[in-house]
């Protein structure tokens, strides 16, 4: 224990003693002259409360138990009552007030000296006490410093939920398309997104994501992704060349060797054509009245690890009521109390069995099927879903 950390702890004598002050001094001397102990007296009970206002840096108090005024045990009591772990008491009294003595321990007292006073048994009582004090303010720094950090995380969610879209549906008057997202994070920020705009009248965009890792770091990558995918995307570029763009700029600025698995489309409202590439995704499935297909793959690697890589993109038709089902690995790679994977052949039985539900329906129904599969297991990874259903203009 350093003397810098010993002198952040000041030590409260309280006796009636009149030469109890002198003695304290000359014994411990060299230890004040060094500034490993730095002493403050009191009288009685009433004084030592006074000086507990007066210097908040006390630590250690070493009280006799019989004084006038207020005696040790009454301010035992009074000491309780601050409910300040890192304030500790040693009894000081005579080896035949061993009754007195019990009952300080019973009130809260840390440790006793008996008198005649053995200094060099009261200088280990007092270092030994030092030690505890400082491991319980490091202890309260420590549950502070969380506190802080889970008041930031707190935050950064308020912050990321804002920045994913939640009005639903979100373009009112338009009966061409119908959109539905949701995100259910697995810690208290995430690293999946999912986002959509409108290019011009004709074209919706929509992207769905996974940033590779999870909490804070995802988080602010994810946040990084979104940003670059949406900018790109509403200068109306093709998908391929926007995910080239987006690609190398996300080569540029990862660190920690993070990426993200993206599946970037662009939705002609008016026909049903969607220009589509994927990044390394999931592949969506597109649900039609006679039952589900998966989406083609592009051949595209996962963002921001191949500089300069060349996306290619492809497309495929929506008839009217046909919808297309994105998603995140957090649905398949869910896991129940058996180690069992949700896995895909359960979402594709999940949505042989929801051809005639709503978008909205699918994704909040797909959502409990996955909680009800792992029931009692801790979420593992983020969820996340996205549906558009082509409708046809009328």
């Not at 007030?97 to 009261?122: C, H, Q, S, W, Y």
């Not at 804002?162 to 008057?173: D, E, Q, W």
């Not at 998966?294 to 690697?301: F, L």
């Not at 042989?352 to 029931?375: K, Y």
């Amino acid at each position: 224990m350093s003397s810098n950390q010993q002198i952040s702890i000041k030590t409260l004598v309280v006796d009636d003693e009149i030469d109890l002050e002198p003695l304290v001094r000359q014994k411990f001397r060299r230890q004040i002259r060094d500034g490993i102990y730095d002493f403050i007296f009191a009288h009685n009970g009433l004084e030592a409360l006074a000086k507990l206002i007066e210097f908040p840096e006390i630590g250690i108090i070493l009280s006799d138990i019989n004084m006038p005024e207020m005696d040790g045990l009454t301010l035992l009591s009074k000491l309780k009552e601050l409910k300040n772990p890192g304030l500790k008491t040693v009894i000081v009294s005579a080896y035949g007030d061993m009754e007195n003595i019990r009952t300080a321990m019973n009130r809260g007292a840390f440790d006793f000296v008996t008198k005649p006073v053995n200094f060099e048994d009261l200088e280990i009582t007092i270092n030994k006490t030092m030690e505890e004090i400082l491991l319980i303010r490091q202890s309260q720094e420590e549950h502070d410093q969380l506190i802080s950090i889970r008041q930031d995380l707190n935050t950064a969610r308020e912050i990321q939920q804002a920045i994913l879209p939640k009005t639903f549906p979100p373009f009112p008057g338009r009966t061409d398309f119908t959109i539905y997202a949701s995100m259910v994070a697995a810690k208290e920020v995430g690293g999946d997104f999912y986002d959509f705009f409108m290019i011009d009248a004709d074209r919706l965009g929509f992207v769905i994501g996974d940033v590779s890792g999870k909490g804070v770091p995802a988080a602010i990558f994810m946040a990084v992704s979104r940003t670059l995918i949406r900018a790109t995307g509403l200068k109306g570029l093709p998908t391929d060349e926007c995910m080239n763009y987006v690609n190398n700029l996300l080569c540029n600025e990862s660190v920690s060797c993070m990426f993200v698995t993206v599946f970037y489309g662009i939705l002609n409202t008016a026909t049903g054509e969607i220009e589509y590439v994927n990044g390394g995704h999931n592949p969506p499935y597109i649900m039609s009245t006679t039952g589900i297909r998966k989406v083609e793959m592009t051949g595209g690697p996962i963002l921001g690890c191949m500089e300069d890589f060349n996306y290619k993109s492809k497309k495929i038709q929506l008839l009217p009521g046909e919808r297309l089902f994105l998603y995140t690995d957090g649905v398949t790679e869910a896991f129940n109390s058996l180690d069992q994977c949700y896995g895909d052949d359960r979402l594709e039985d999940f949505l042989r069995s929801h051809l005639a539900s709503s978008i909205e329906d699918v994704v909040r129904e797909s959502m409990q099927d996955v909680n009800t599969f792992s029931t009692g297991m801790a979420q593992s990874d983020d969820i996340t879903y996205l549906a558009v259903s082509f409708n046809g203009r009328p």
